[in-house]
Structures are given as C-alpha cells and as structure tokens.
C-alpha cells in the first residue's frame, strides 16, 4: 500500500472512529483529547547541481491532556511522519523513505491572572528506512512564555533546542493571537498539518464552518543515513525551505475539521553531512509547488 493509498483510508478511518467517540468523551471535562492526520505531495524540483527530486508525505499524530487542578495541564503525545522521495538525473538513488516518530510530554500552567507557561520534552527518531534506529535519536525542549496583553490579543515569546543527529540547534519562536475583527485572526497555526506546529498564519472566518488562512513557517527536515548509503555512509541529510501556502478550512463537524493547503517552498536547500556531522555538500533547488489535506479533530 503507497502512501496516497494509506493516506486516504487513516484520513477516513480516523473521522468515523473520533466522531463516533464525542459523546462518550464529553464526559471527561478534565481530559483533552486531539488528533491529526494528512497527505503532502511536493512537486519535481531541480538541484542547482543537476537532477531533480520529489516527495510525498503522510503524518498522523494524537495526543491527550489532563487537566491538574485549576491552572495547569499535563499530556503525552506521539507523531508520526513518513516521507517517500522520488530523484532523477542521479546516477545512483541517494535514498528511498525516511521515518520520524517522536514522543512528547507538554505541561503548561498559568502565571498570575494573565500569564501562561509552556514546556515541552520530547525524544524521536529520525532515519532513513534502512538505517540504524539509535543514530537518528534526538532530544529536543521548548519553553514559552505568553501573555494576554487584552482580551483580543496575546502575545509572548519561546525557545526550543534540538540535540542529535551529530547537530545541535538552538531556534526562537514568537507567539501570537490577535483577533484582529469578528473574522480575522493572526496566529501560530498550532492544528495538526503538514507543517508542524509553528510559523504564522492570518485568516478569515466566512462563518461558523468555512476560513481561509495565508501563511508561512520555516522548515527544516534531518535524519540519518544508512550505513552503506551511497552519497555519505552512517552520515545525514537535511532539506530546508520556507513554505508559504493557502488553506481552506472546513469545520464538518464541532470536533472534526478538514484543511486543504496549496503553496510552494521558497529558497530550498539540501545538506548532506559526513557521519561526523561535517558538510560533504550543499545543493540549492528550485521553488517546488506543494499540495496537502489533512483532517484534525478533537474529543
């Protein structure tokens, strides 16, 4: 089964079995429960250097809170993403699939009357299909701090750092909401999609089930190599770019929401590293058309 294929059953599969379960969730007020799945196809680009390649992506995540007095919540949640790519103009196939699973636990609780505190812990894996589990491992924390300067607008600041894959990352975020009108909000786009969590979107509710959202996030993707790959053995790859997309949003029903995103990755650029971590080469691609749907819900 590709992964269009299983994309498109989990994307089925997932809305019957989380619509089916609302009612019997709302009788746990102080349990939040939430999920995501969905499909992102990226279009042939082409290498500065010569050959081209695509890729298409399937992730699902879930996740669960509970709340722990009045101020403060404490979850687990687990992700997972699949990405096939497709190369040509090489004269061998630098890899196939690579996997990411990661497993976190966020905390948040409340700072005086307007103030909220976040962490996160998470340890995952990132690897080619056939490489060794234990060199993709990494180990990654982000702390944020937001204030709700008006009923309308919260604003804060965060942090994260990302450790492994022979590479350490440090990488700031801004926070914001603003409802700006009854209709337009500008905002981290923290649903499940094919994007991560980050980055800032505004968008426009037409009503209570329709929005329309334009955004843009920094996007970086690292994982290791097999041990006999052909273009760096037990070394790592990493493709980085700025998508920028539209997304329609449709609210089917109170807890499950569908969005259709079409945009493209700007100033694409893939690294590939020794097993030291040490750069064996850089290779700009072209602007590459993206595509994606994904469903999240929560009960």
Do not use: C
Not at 47 to 64: A, E, K, L, P, V
Not at 269 to 279: A, F, K, R, V
């Amino acid at each position: 089964m590709n992964l269009l294929r299983l994309s498109i059953f989990v994307l089925f599969f997932t809305a019957v079995v989380a619509e089916k379960s609302v009612l019997a969730s709302q009788q746990k007020a102080d349990w939040s429960t939430r999920f995501g799945t969905g499909y992102l196809l990226s279009d042939d680009a082409d290498f500065d250097n010569g050959g081209n390649y695509s890729s298409q992506s399937f992730f699902i995540s879930g996740s669960t809170r509970k709340a722990i007095g009045q101020n403060s919540s404490l979850g687990v949640g687990v992700d997972y993403t699949a990405i096939d790519y497709d190369f040509g103009g090489f004269a061998v196939t630098p890899w196939g699939r690579a996997d990411f699973l990661t497993l976190s636990v966020p905390f948040s609780t409340a700072i005086g009357e307007e103030g909220q505190f976040g962490f996160i812990g998470s340890l995952g894996t990132a690897s080619e299909e056939s490489a060794d589990f234990a060199e993709g491992v990494t180990v990654t924390t982000v702390v944020s701090y937001m204030h709700r300067f008006a009923p309308a607008l919260s604003a804060g600041l965060g942090a994260g750092y990302v450790y492994g894959l022979e590479d350490s990352t440090f990488f700031p975020m801004l926070l914001v909401r603003w409802q700006i009108t009854d209709h337009l909000l500008l905002a981290n786009p923290f649903r499940p999609g094919p994007f991560g969590p980050a980055g800032l979107e505004l968008s426009y509710r037409f009503n209570e089930q329709l929005d329309f959202g334009l955004g843009g996030v920094y996007r970086s993707v690292r994982f290791a190599l097999d041990d006999t790959s052909p273009v760096a053995p037990a070394g790592f790859a990493e493709f980085e770019g700025f998508p920028v997309f539209a997304r329609i949003g449709w609210d089917a029903t109170q807890s499950i929401s569908l969005n259709g995103y079409l945009g493209m990755t700007l100033g694409g650029q893939l690294n590939i590293d020794d097993s030291g971590g040490h750069e064996l080469s850089e290779d700009d691609y072209d602007t590459q058309a993206i595509i994606g749907l994904n469903i999240s819900g929560r009960f």
